[in-house]
């Protein structure tokens, strides 16, 4: 039997304390139990906030673990705003999230009485008087101004553009122009959750344009469970582990710790036969290219482990 570590994984989607979401534990907390894990960097997330400071003060008190930041375009920040954008890029945040919870596509879906629908740990209140009716990326059929000066500033800062909470004709226009601008390191945002619910079709679609895939675990746990974990396996067999990304989008009170929920999710996957090849290139290689993480390649994949010791581990 096969029992899989966390050892070298990149996280690239943690969400953190203070919120107006209750969270698991702050950012310092949650970079601890990932750097004793033995985890190689994770990318903190807030729908609220540009997570800058929450970086700032985490690395200082985990200097051992690659801690990232980046902005989702909310109403915290004044939505898709290109000046929010291009004072985080500045600050050296990596990833740029389109609209998640203030996004039209959210609303749409979820209702306007609380973030989440009925997961309560994850309502702070009903929709926002100040963007009642959502963010959207398209002006009819056509990106809008300030959407295109923000594919302008992430390109110039080669950083990652994350679709975020949109839906599928938002992703389709802003990918098209994305790759015309040159983006090179896009995401589509939990492709397989309720938003945006893409159709494996169309998440090959988007691989064959050089698109990330970030298949995140919360969506197989009781709160959410969007998908199952043999419905996780058909998207990545489908789409292939070299565009897809495994990650947690963890940080709710009713999911276990981040590290823990990794290795949950990597286990399940390894059990429904994707390869351990195929986790360590979604949960260390393709993630530290994207984050510009040295190469880690002195982390190999052996299958001989015995239960307790870690399949993924350093050399020397």
């Known amino acids: 039997m096969v029992a899989l570590s966390v050892q070298g994984f990149i996280d690239t989607h943690v969400h953190s304390g203070p919120a107006p979401f209750r969270r698991i534990g702050d950012t310092i907390e949650i970079a601890q139990w990932c750097a004793e894990a ?5 990318v903190i997330k807030s729908h609220f906030e540009a997570t800058i400071a929450k970086v700032y003060h ?56 609380g973030a989440f629908g009925s997961v309560g740990s994850l309502s702070y209140g009903t929709t926002s008087k100040y963007q009642p009716d959502g963010y959207t990326v398209l002006n009819g059929a056509r990106l809008t101004d300030e959407a295109k000066d923000v594919v302008d500033l992430v390109c110039a800062h080669n950083a990652v553009l994350a679709t975020g909470h949109l839906e599928a004709k938002e992703i389709m226009a802003l990918v098209e122009h994305a790759i015309a601008k040159r983006v090179k390191k896009i995401v589509i945002t939990h492709p397989e959750m309720y938003v945006p619910d893409l159709d494996i079709k169309t998440q090959v679609e988007l691989a064959q344009q050089g698109c990330f895939m970030e298949y995140c675990a919360v969506n197989c ?7 199952t974990p043999e419905e996780f396996k058909e998207a990545i067999d489908a789409v292939t582990p070299e565009k897809s990304i495994i990650a947690t989008d963890s940080g709710q009170p009713f999911s ?19 390869s351990l090849d195929a986790i360590a290139q979604m949960a260390i290689k393709n993630p530290a290219s994207l984050l510009g993480i040295e ?21 020397g």
Request: one cysteine or more; charged letters at 20%; proline letters at 7%.
């Open 256 to 274: 276990p710790k981040t590290p823990e929920l990794f290795r949950i999710f990597a286990q399940s996957l390894y059990e429904r036969g994707v």
């Open 295 to 315: 190469s880690r390649n002195d982390y190999v994949v052996t299958s001989d482990a015995n239960v307790g010791l870690p399949v993924f581990r350093r050399e």
């Open 221 to 227: 746990m009781p709160m959410f469970h969007c998908v």
């Open 38 to 42: 033995g985890m190689s960097g994770i």
């Open 58 to 113: 985490a690395r200082k008190e985990v200097p051992e673990l690659p801690i990232f930041s980046g902005v989702a375009l909310n109403v915290g920040v004044g939505g898709i705003n290109p000046g929010a954008v291009e004072q985080a890029l500045k600050q050296d945040a990596r990833f740029v999230w389109m609209p998640t919870i203030d996004s039209a596509n959210h609303r749409r879906v979820f209702g306007s009485d």
